[in-house]
């Protein structure tokens, strides 16, 4: 017998397999993936706080329950790692930003329930940009992530320390959260899967807030079967979130064993040809074509659609976003949790609080969404911006009366480096242009490997979006490119991502 | 400025006022959270994550306060919007957990009413309603030391059990033409509102503890002259006096704002458009912060929550459970019954109505049902501190009871013995008298031994009463009354004594 497996280049669907055959037990996948944290984080940065004692503690409990014999769920003792944006009872929560330094919320969001009653081990949380607010991970308060890929490079944003901990072994499955963008932009420049499913399929209880109307937590892996077994972890109606859906959970792991049958026959998969040209990245191109030739091969159908009103998403976005955001993030005044910087009165001690507590992008958007709102402008901003969403929502609505599907690069470009575009806020904004239009309409999206761009041997994503509530069809799409491309590659593209310096 | 009565502000000056009512709604539970909903507990102790607006928590609607709401716009005669969003008004409190509120804004679920208004001489006067909408409570700064203020206090506290309340917000149009019964068409205005949330049982309706609390607008204008109708003439800068929370203080405080009012005019000085905080103490008001430097609330739809939509079904529904008008409601009984305008304003004041009501469905005569509650169990809910409704007796124990008194069964003195027993749980009225023993003796043979046997003792009083002395028999009377432990009818043994005396009744 050789050097023993590692398990942390498992799946989470092959861990589960081992675990209940025998071959390994959750302490020593746990265990595996917190030695793996210890030696590449310091480089990494994906975790804001590890749940060392925590997720052994789980993991201890699952190996006693299986040794005596209790059914368990299908994750069971699979390490997880969680998206600092999600309240998590005894451990910090921060959502990236110092002014929630040291707090520990005293309840759990629905989804941290939905994980622990689902018996999964919690290994830490990760970072993100401050409230969500990035597409790099650089506006964290507690520094950035790096991309596994490249050290250099972002991973993504905000939840770039879900996506890079996958990427960098250090956890099988992570918790996103998607506003637009956020999971399956990380996912598409780390190479790894996101999924956003439709609003309001997952609880958002428990999710600090960013846009209410736009957030969406979701499912991050490494593989689509991965991804899909999260989802239906996460999702199902809650009674403490009025706008979660009052409907089944969709069949995310049967669809996605159907999909990787591979027969696409009578899909039409529909390109939307505003998200493709100046701007787009030609290796990011490239890969995208060849899944397309790759669905084709299949058996679907490629047709091409338009999107006309897609042009004003990012406008419509940034003014929606920074509204919802302006109110969301009010609570944070000193008053009852949190930091506080001591003045004369009430309202300079909130004054200070949030002067010394937030970072620039979150003070930038507070006052976007501030004067978005105000009085005499509502209707011209917010009011216009709403008006957009629907012919979004029309638009997407047109597109899918001629495709069971539409697909596009996930972002126009593979990870830029960091501080790239730190001090040019428009550049950063446009990374999401492809991302945007499905929270606008609360449609799915899933964002899954294509290849890696021959210019600068980075991942490029590949996205496919679907009708409000068929989020089972990217899993069955997703499943079925995803075989294509792995018997090609001969494995998962992670595996081709350099090989990080593990700390002594 | 010139120094004026109402009376004189009202002769000369032509008064335009509203009122904004905040009515706390008595669900089990608060607007948006599971936490209970009740007056008095231990600061701090009735909060969740969602109340207190701790990060990630979400909001769900209760259905029960809203159920109210549309049972009290429908009492106010309002249409039920299909479809009405909840909007954030986004302003920076402490005792604001969100630092935004929830509440309805352009789309409140009852709009469009009226509302008759019945004042001491009988007259009717109809409120134009323009809105009823819902929205939360905030919670409860308390400033200690230094001035008291917020500004300069030592150090605030915060209580956040009222956070998230549910409250329903009455606005009336502007009233006009009402002259110098202004004040009293206010006050009847509210007593009417305080009335109708109690008969629909939607709130307890104590003003003393803010459950129904008043926002006077008030505002004066000049007279029309010869030849110029008075609905042409430009409403007056307009005063917003908050927390009104007493009948009387909202006669009081349109009488002084009126008065402050006239007295600034009259003087060419001008009336700032601004809130006021009225002062009981004093009877009058301070301003508070002007209009002009107002807060903009950055109002926009509640993302967190669905549109309430009601069905027409459950609409249609909820109006069959409205209640007649209590005016009229006080007009018909007052009638049905003979009772003097008194006897229904006690009545009425002591929440003992609708008991007064159900007692006389269940068979007792008004009168016996009213001396019974505004009587004996008025004084025993005032010593145990609770509500006259609260007590351990229903409407039909005390038909029931005065069924055994008009039957002779038992006399008034037993009859409280007997009540007492079913306070205490004993039963109903008919097993207490029996467990006790309370039957009235009206065995005549027993009752002529009992007199005789008094007589014997008292051969003074005998030579007495036959001596043509009556009234003298009195004593006997009380001599058998407490040999029997009350339980004879004294009536028969009055008779009985005369009797035996050989004297004529």
């Not at chain 1, 290796?283 to 159908?301: M, T």
């Not at chain 2, 008759?116 to 109809?126: H, I, K, Q, R, S």
């Not at chain 2, 029996?434 to 031994?449: H, I, K, N, T």
Request: with cysteine.
């Amino acid at each position: 017998m050789g050097a023993a497996r590692d398990w942390t280049r498992a799946t989470a669907a092959q861990m589960a397999a081992a675990m209940k055959a025998g071959e390994v037990t959750s302490v020593e996948l746990t265990q595996a993936h917190l030695d793996r944290i210890a030696a590449v984080d310091g480089d990494v940065h994906a975790f804001l706080h590890v749940n060392a004692e925590g997720a052994l503690a789980t993991a201890r409990e699952v190996d006693e329950a299986r040794a005596a014999g209790e059914e368990l769920p299908p994750l069971a003792g699979v390490p997880i790692a969680v998206k600092d944006v999600l309240v998590t009872q005894g451990m910090p929560t921060t959502a990236g930003s110092r002014i929630l330094e040291g707090w520990e919320p005293p309840y759990d969001a629905t989804v941290t329930r939905k994980i622990r009653e689902n018996r999964m081990p919690i290994l830490g949380k990760t970072n993100m940009d401050e409230f969500a607010m990035g597409s790099s991970t650089e506006h964290s308060g507690y520094g950035p992530t790096r991309n596994p890929w490249d050290l250099e490079r972002i991973p993504g944003g905000s939840g770039g320390g879900s996506s890079a901990s996958l990427a960098a072994w250090e956890a099988p499955l992570a918790i996103g959260s998607d506003t637009g963008g956020s999971i399956r932009q990380p996912a598409s420049v780390t190479g790894t899967v996101g999924v956003k499913p439709t609003y309001g399929g997952v609880s958002r209880y428990g999710a600090i807030a960013l846009a209410s109307s736009l957030d969406q937590l979701g499912p991050c892996a490494r593989t689509v079967e991965d991804a899909a077994y999260l989802h239906e972890v996460m999702g199902g109606h809650d009674p403490m979130d009025a706008t979660s859906l009052d409907e089944p959970v969709p069949s995310c792991v049967d669809a996605a064993r159907q999909g990787r049958e591979g027969d696409l026959a009578g899909v039409r998969v529909g390109v939307i040809k505003e998200l493709s040209g100046d701007g787009y990245q030609a290796g990011v191109e490239q890969r995208f074509e060849e899944g397309l030739e790759k669905l084709k091969a299949l058996g679907a159908e490629v047709v091409e659609v338009s999107c006309p009103s897609f042009d004003y998403a990012l406008a419509a976005y940034y003014l929606i976003l920074p509204s919802e955001a302006s109110s969301n993030l009010a609570k944070f005044d000193s008053v009852r949790f949190g930091l506080r910087v001591e003045k004369s009165t009430v309202e300079k001690t909130m004054g200070a609080t949030r002067a010394e507590g937030f970072g620039d992008e979150v003070k930038r958007r507070i006052i976007l969404g501030t004067y978005a709102l105000s009085a005499g402008y509502y209707d011209a901003y917010y009011g216009s911006a709403q008006k957009v969403r629907t012919l979004i929502q029309r638009d997407f609505a047109a597109a899918f009366e001629q495709a069971d599907v539409l697909v596009s690069p996930t972002t126009p470009t593979t990870p830029f480096k960091i501080g790239e575009r730190i001090d040019d806020p428009l550049a950063m904004y446009l990374n999401d242009v492809a991302t945007i239009p499905a929270n606008l309409a609360g449609i799915p999206g899933m964002s899954l490997p294509s290849g890696i761009a021959p210019e600068d041997g980075l991942p490029v994503g590949f996205q496919i979006l679907a009708p409000a509530h068929e989020d089972a069809r990217l899993y069955r799409i997703g499943a079925a490119l995803e075989k294509a491309l792995h018997d090609d590659w001969g494995g998962a593209l992670a595996a081709q991502a350099p090989e990080l310096e593990v700390a002594p | 400025m010139t120094t004026m009565t109402y009376e004189q502000a009202m002769e000369q000056f032509d008064p335009v006022f509203g009122i904004e009512v905040h009515v706390e709604l008595n669900t089990a539970t608060k607007m948006f959270c599971g936490c209970a909903n009740e007056f008095g507990a231990e600061p701090n102790t009735q909060v969740c994550p969602v109340c207190l607006g701790l990060p990630g928590s979400m909001p769900v609607t209760n259905q029960k306060a809203v159920e109210s709401a549309i049972r009290l716009g429908l009492s106010l005669g309002c249409s039920i919007r299909e479809s009405s969003r909840f909007a954030r008004k986004n302003y920076f409190y402490p005792d604001l957990a969100k630092d935004y509120q929830i509440s309805q804004y352009d789309e409140p679920t009852c709009f469009e009413g009226s509302l008759d208004v019945v004042l001491d001489d009988g007259e009717v006067v109809t409120v134009g309603i323009e809105r009823a909408h819902m929205e939360e409570d905030a919670g409860k700064n308390t400033h200690k030391g230094g001035t008291g203020g917020i500004q300069g206090a030592d150090y605030s506290l915060v209580d956040y059990n009222r956070g998230g309340v549910p409250l329903v917000e009455i606005v009336t149009k502007p009233i006009t033409g009402m002259g110098a019964r202004t004040a009293e068409v206010a006050r009847a205005y509210v007593a009417t509102i305080r009335d109708i949330v109690k008969a629909l049982g939607i709130s307890d309706g104590r003003m003393e503890q803010g459950s129904v609390r008043a926002d006077v607008n008030l505002s004066l204008r000049p007279r029309a002259v010869a030849g110029e109708s008075q609905d042409d003439v430009p409403f007056g800068k307009r005063s917003e006096t908050k927390n009104v929370n007493s009948l009387r203080a909202i006669e009081r405080a349109i009488h002084h704002e009126a008065a402050r009012q006239a007295g600034l005019l009259l003087a060419g000085q001008p009336v700032i458009q601004e809130t006021r905080h009225w002062h009981e103490d004093t009877g009058s008001t301070t301003p508070g912060r002007s209009k002009e430097e107002a807060e903009d609330y950055r109002y926009f739809p509640e993302p967190d929550l669905l549109p309430v939509e009601p069905s027409r079904a459950w609409v249609e529904e909820l109006r069959g459970t409205i209640p007649e008008h209590p005016a009229k409601m006080r007009a018909r009984l007052k009638e049905e019954w003979g009772f003097s305008d008194t006897d229904i304003r006690d009545a009425v004041n002591a929440d003992a109505l609708s008991l007064i009501a159900d007692t006389v469905a269940a068979g007792a005569a008004p009168q016996a049902a009213r001396k019974w509650w505004m009587g004996e169990l008025a004084r025993t809910a005032n010593d145990r501190e609770v509500a006259l409704a609260s007590l351990p007796v229903t409407p039909a124990q005390v038909a029931e009871l005065q069924g055994l008194v008009d039957a002779g069964t038992i006399n008034d003195k037993l009859a409280r013995q007997a009540l007492e027993g079913v306070l205490a749980g004993e039963g109903s009225p008919r097993e207490v008298v029996e467990s006790r023993g309370l039957e009235v003796v009206s065995d005549d043979s027993a009752l002529e031994a009992a007199v005789d046997e008094a007589l014997a003792a008292q051969p003074d009083v005998l030579a007495k009463i036959q001596d043509g002395k009556v009234q003298a028999a009195g004593a006997i009377v009380g001599a058998v009354m407490k040999a029997t432990r009350g339980q004879a009818d004294a009536g028969r043994v009055r008779e009985i004594i005369l009797q035996r005396a050989g004297v004529e009744g």
